[in-house]
Structure formats: structure tokens, C-alpha cells
């Protein structure tokens, strides 16, 4: 066996994801209007093409000031970033789980104009 084939399993605990969520998937009404509760609004993602479902439990405070910047500058005019680490399912056949996820929604850069 050449150095080329080698195989090393490594164990983790977890998988850090950094991903970009379309912004229009993002239902407006995610969360319930002030002053009620935000809660902690729940989405699960599945990665086109596998079996792969992950659940993301986030902070609905967060996801209020995401949405108020995506109703505030349009869903085509913003970048909504999610990040957090990927744990394995709790229960056999279960989705996975995205720990201590977060939501961060900022306005993309206006492109500058030529002269």
C-alpha cells in the first residue's frame, strides 16, 4: 500500500458550518410580531441531492433583527450567513443538529459606479 491510499479516520465532536441561506427561504413571519415572545424558531435544512438533514434551533431575538434587515433592504439585497457546529443526530435516523447556531444577516456592498 503506497503512501497515495493511505486512509486516517479522525473522531470529532463536531463539524464547524458556515453556510449562506437564500434569503427569500426565510419566512417573514418566522417569528411572532413585538411585543410577544420571540421564541427560538426552528428550520431544518436538507442538502439537495442526500439524505442529509440538519436542525437548526435559533435565537428569536436574532432572527427578528435578521428579518427587520431583510424586509428593510430586500431579500436580493442582502447576505444571510448561519453558522454553528454540526453535531450528530440525537435519536437513530434523526436530523442533525446545528449547536449554538447563529444568524447573521448584513446588506451587501453597493457597487461602486464607473465614471
Given at each position: 500500500?503506497?503512501?497515495m491510499?493511505?486512509?486516517?479516520?479522525?473522531?470529532?465532536?463536531?463539524?464547524?458550518?458556515?453556510?449562506?441561506?437564500?434569503?427569500?427561504?426565510?419566512?417573514?413571519?418566522?417569528?411572532?410580531?413585538?411585543?410577544?415572545?420571540?421564541?427560538?424558531?426552528?428550520?431544518?435544512?436538507?442538502?439537495?441531492?442526500?439524505?442529509?438533514?440538519?436542525?437548526?434551533?435559533?435565537?428569536?431575538?436574532?432572527?427578528?433583527?435578521?428579518?427587520?434587515?431583510?424586509?428593510?433592504?430586500?431579500?436580493?439585497?442582502?447576505?444571510v450567513?448561519?453558522?454553528?457546529?454540526?453535531?450528530?443526530?440525537?435519536?437513530?435516523?434523526?436530523?442533525?443538529?446545528?449547536?449554538?447556531?447563529?444568524?447573521?444577516?448584513?446588506?451587501?456592498?453597493?457597487?461602486?459606479?464607473?465614471?
Amino acid at each position: 500500500m503506497s503512501t497515495m491510499d493511505r486512509k486516517v479516520r479522525i473522531s470529532l465532536k463536531g463539524v464547524k458550518v458556515n453556510t449562506l441561506l437564500p434569503p427569500a427561504a426565510l419566512p417573514a413571519d418566522l417569528v411572532p410580531p413585538e411585543p410577544q415572545p420571540a421564541g427560538n424558531p426552528v428550520l431544518e435544512l436538507e442538502v439537495e441531492g442526500t439524505p442529509l438533514v440538519m436542525r437548526v434551533v435559533l435565537n428569536g431575538k436574532s432572527v427578528r433583527r435578521a428579518l427587520k434587515t431583510i424586509a428593510e433592504h430586500g431579500p436580493g439585497n442582502v447576505n444571510v450567513l448561519l453558522q454553528g457546529n454540526l453535531k450528530p443526530a440525537t435519536s437513530p435516523g434523526g436530523p442533525y443538529e446545528l449547536d449554538a447556531a447563529g444568524l447573521t444577516v448584513t446588506p451587501k456592498a453597493a457597487k461602486p459606479e464607473t465614471p
